[in-house]
């Protein structure tokens, strides 16, 4: 079992930056570990994703801006987020599923509590 906590989230102006980070408990070894996030009125979408082989995949809306990496001796995952914008405000989650990563949120079995990323123009 795997049990995943955010922290890091908060409030900035446009350009900001934040870094967001998943303590993860439990052994997750060989998981894909990913950040998704869910807006007001919105479906929950993928930010980033890093799988076992280190490979990275970003949305489109963040690539350049937000970088997700894995600190496998702290049992960490993180986010920087960099020039962020209003439309980034959102619940962001982190998730882990054993094995490669899949396509769509529902195949991910554990997920954080989520926390707040709110950016004012």
């Known amino acids: 079992q795997v049990q995943l906590v955010e922290s890091g989230g908060g409030s900035v102006q446009t350009g900001g930056s934040l870094r967001l980070s998943c303590a993860a408990s439990g052994n997750t070894y060989m998981y894909c570990m990913a950040w998704f996030r869910q807006a007001p009125g919105k479906e929950r979408e993928a930010v980033a994703s890093l799988d076992n082989d280190d490979t990275t995949i970003y949305a489109d809306s963040v690539k350049g801006r937000f970088a997700i990496s894995r600190d496998n001796a702290k049992n960490t995952l993180s986010l920087q987020m960099n020039s962020l914008q209003p439309e980034d405000t959102a619940i962001y989650y982190c998730?882990?599923?054993?094995?490669?990563?899949?396509?769509?949120?529902?195949?991910?079995?554990?997920w954080g509590q989520g926390t707040q990323v709110t950016v004012s123009s």
């Open positions: 998730a882990a599923v054993h094995g490669w990563c899949p396509r769509g949120a529902e195949r991910y079995d554990f």
